[in-house]
């Protein structure tokens, strides 16, 4: 897998994802920043918001040297109903088979933005049709979806 460092820098990805209108849409607040160095020497940043009212948090990683990585949503509401109390988008996406999703929006579009380009902006636009479109019902806290963690990082 060939990375591009980006160009942007961490200030600037940090800013608009603080920023990003479609989280505040949503009535997802900042709630902090979590750094943390992998074993195998990477650091990564986690973008921390949550929803009180929806029970939500989503989690935005981010590797300085590398671009942009998962994105987690977790619930964090206790109920017999939850099995896997969170999920990365990538999960989700591979668990629903990439059927249903709104226009411009395809596996080979998804693996271009995470892959390729490690770019902010195709990759906020990309998540934010997911999120106000098949995904803002979990989003809002109205329904949950039990996905399976897959340890395997594959687009299936």
Request: glycine content about 6%; hydrophobic content about 35%; overall charge positive.
């Amino acid at each position: 897998m060939k990375y591009v460092i980006p160009s942007e820098g961490e200030d600037y990805v940090l800013e608009r994802v603080l920023n990003w209108h479609c989280l505040k849409s949503l009535h997802y607040k900042f709630y902090k920043t979590k750094s943390e160095t992998l074993q195998n020497g990477i650091e990564v940043k986690e973008f921390i918001f949550r929803n009180q009212r929806a029970k939500r948090i989503i989690e935005i990683d981010y590797y300085p040297r590398i671009g942009l990585g998962h994105v987690f949503v977790r619930n964090v509401k206790k109920d017999k109903e939850t099995t896997f109390p969170s999920f990365t988008v990538e999960g989700w996406l591979n668990r629903r088979g990439w059927s249903d999703l709104p226009d411009g929006l395809s596996k080979e579009k998804y693996i271009q933005i995470m892959d390729v380009t490690k770019k902010i902006e195709p990759f906020l636009e990309f998540i934010e049709k997911l999120f106000l479109g098949p995904l803002k019902p979990i989003l809002t806290g109205e329904t949950w979806e039990n996905v399976p963690w897959d340890d395997v990082y594959v687009y299936k």
